[in-house]
């Protein structure tokens, strides 16, 4: 029987659980040890085992776990991705500006706000209600592959958004890769195993995210820059 105290301390479990996720894979911040988190983790699993009625998609035990696919789908993007364009010399870039004065219908200087390109792979994410129900890569723009069992296993995306006043349907694109550090230590383990290593963190990224089987990717040090 599933009691009101039962399903107040499941909520518990779930606000803690995401909490912690959220200080060690985002802030790199952790508050709490590891046996403890993994104290909490292992109470939510056994109440869900037992009232597996009561497993939600945005549980934290959720993030691996369904069965490998037989292929991806495809979906259409409801806003097309478009792709960036690429500047190779001064004349390209003051071409740039122009073209952005023209669209803005201004005259005069323009402050810009630069960074270095994440060399990885961009993914399209939507929540409706603040829980996440798609991952997507680009693809051509206008369809891409269906990833959402993959993208559920990094853990610094977050399966229901924390806070409030979110919009029902929100759509979140960025960039998924993989950092120097994470790259050079997965291409040591390929190699301990026997098997071959990546050319680069991109192709590794890429591989990654199109992997079947979710318990590939989630044993992968990808991350995520949202912009």
């Given at each position: 029987?599933?009691?009101?105290?039962?399903?107040?301390?499941?909520?518990?479990?779930?606000?803690?659980?995401?909490?912690?996720?959220?200080?060690?894979?985002?802030?790199?911040?952790?508050?709490?040890?590891?046996?403890?988190?993994?104290?909490?983790?292992?109470?939510?699993?056994?109440?869900?085992?037992?009232?597996?009625?009561?497993?939600?998609?945005?549980?934290?035990?959720?993030?691996?776990?369904?069965?490998?696919?037989?292929?991806?789908?495809?979906?259409?993007?409801?806003?097309?991705?478009?792709?960036?364009?690429?500047?190779?010399?001064?004349?390209?870039?003051?071409?740039?500006?122009?073209?952005?004065?023209?669209?803005?219908?201004?005259?005069?200087?323009?402050?810009?706000?630069?960074?270095?390109?994440?060399?990885?792979?961009?993914?399209?994410?939507?929540?409706?209600?603040?829980?996440?129900?798609?991952?997507?890569?680009?693809?051509?723009?206008?369809?891409?592959?269906?990833?959402?069992?993959n993208v559920r296993t990094i853990?610094?995306?977050?399966?229901?958004?924390?806070?409030?006043?979110?919009?029902?349907?929100?759509?979140?694109?960025?960039?998924?890769?993989?950092?120097?550090?994470?790259?050079?230590?997965?291409?040591?383990?390929?190699?301990?195993?026997?098997?071959?290593?990546?050319?680069?963190?991109?192709?590794?990224?890429?591989?990654?995210?199109?992997?079947?089987?979710?318990?590939?990717?989630?044993?992968?040090?990808?991350?995520?820059?949202?912009?």
């Amino acid at each position: 029987m599933v009691t009101k105290a039962l399903r107040a301390e499941l909520k518990q479990l779930h606000d803690e659980l995401n909490q912690y996720n959220y200080q060690y894979y985002v802030l790199d911040d952790p508050t709490v040890p590891d046996v403890e988190y993994d104290r909490l983790m292992a109470r939510l699993v056994e109440i869900e085992q037992l009232h597996p009625e009561l497993i939600s998609a945005d549980s934290p035990s959720q993030r691996v776990g369904a069965k490998p696919l037989d292929s991806f789908s495809q979906v259409e993007h409801e806003v097309p991705m478009l792709s960036l364009d690429n500047v190779f010399d001064e004349a390209g870039l003051f071409d740039f500006n122009r073209k952005v004065q023209e669209k803005l219908d201004i005259s005069g200087d323009i402050d810009y706000v630069c960074e270095p390109k994440l060399d990885g792979i961009a993914v399209s994410l939507l929540y409706r209600n603040g829980l996440l129900v798609r991952g997507a890569t680009r693809g051509d723009g206008r369809i891409g592959e269906d990833i959402t069992q993959n993208v559920r296993t990094i853990r610094s995306i977050p399966l229901s958004l924390i806070g409030r006043g979110y919009p029902k349907v929100l759509e979140v694109r960025g960039e998924i890769y993989i950092p120097k550090q994470g790259f050079e230590q997965l291409n040591k383990t390929m190699l301990a195993e026997g098997g071959k290593p990546f050319a680069n963190p991109r192709n590794a990224a890429a591989g990654s995210l199109r992997q079947l089987d979710s318990t590939i990717t989630a044993q992968r040090p990808l991350e995520m820059c949202s912009y």
